[in-house]
Nanobody, 118 residues
Framework: QVQLQESGPGLVKPSQTLSLTCTVS??????????WSWIRQPPGKGLEWMGV???????YYSPSLKSRTSISRDTSRNQFSLQLSSVTPEDTAVYYC??????????WGQGTQVTVSS
């Protein structure tokens, strides 16, 4: 069973770039048909899918965030990362990394709180 753990700064200043890393254990991020996503939940709001990097390295982003979002991976460390540029207080949220396997079974990280504030 895949396990995921988010890491990164809990506080980011407005206009800066938010950077988070998800470390994966119990499976490889290049396993065929796996997809690795970032999802966030702002306070008092629902879940928002941000983007995904597939097992082959291809990426897809939410249209509303595409201009500010980049997802990459480090296969040697079995990690994938999120970068969100030009953040504002509206980007304050709990950020989750999520895996999806061939059978569309999902595993979630525990989530990490990121606050955008000066």
């Amino acid at each position: 069973q895949v396990q995921l753990q988010e890491s990164g700064p809990g506080l980011v200043k407005p206009s800066q770039t938010l950077s988070l890393t998800c470390t994966v254990s119990g499976g490889s991020i290049i396993t065929s048909y796996y997809a690795w996503s970032w999802i966030r939940q702002p306070p008092g709001k629902g879940l928002e899918w941000m983007g995904v990097i597939a097992y082959d390295g291809s990426t897809y982003y939410s249209p509303s965030l595409k201009s500010r979002t980049s997802i990459s991976r480090d296969t040697s460390r079995n990690q994938f990362s999120l970068q969100l540029s030009s953040v504002t207080p509206e980007d304050t949220a709990v950020y989750y990394c999520v895996s999806r396997d061939y059978y569309s079974d999902y595993e979630w990280g525990q989530g990490t709180q990121v606050t955008v504030s000066s």
